[in-house]
């Protein structure tokens, strides 16, 4: 008798075994995931970064190039060579 109790208790045993070692391997599966997708995002968030920083060093490189010192002066300041006429499209 002593042998059939031991018996039921080691496959009770065994069963609480089995199922936290499930549970544990479901539950590292998503940690893996979650941080596959942490992962993938900081990768982009690092690749627009360097697409910026290549950006901002081409603009440092070339600021004293007139073209771009023209460029500039157009864009944000507005302003236009001496005598040259400016036209906008108001109809659309």
């Known amino acids: 008798m002593k042998f059939k109790k ?4 080691t496959k009770l045993l065994l069963a609480v075994v089995i ?5 544990s391997i479901v539950t590292v599966r ?8 942490e992962l993938t995002a900081l990768t982009e968030e690092v ?3 360097q697409r910026e920083n290549a950006r ?6 070339h600021s004293d190039d007139p073209e771009t010192i ?3 002066a157009r864009e ?4 236009v060579r001496p ?4 036209f906008y499209d108001i109809g659309g």
Do not use: F
């Open 83 to 86: 005598g040259e006429k400016i």
């Open 47 to 49: 690749e627009d970064a």
């Open 6 to 9: 031991a018996g039921i208790i």
């Open 30 to 37: 998503a940690d893996i995931s979650a941080a596959r997708e």
């Open 56 to 61: 901002l060093e081409y603009e440092i490189e």
């Open 19 to 23: 199922v936290y070692a499930v549970y």
């Open 76 to 79: 944000k300041l507005g302003l």
């Open 70 to 72: 023209e460029q500039i």
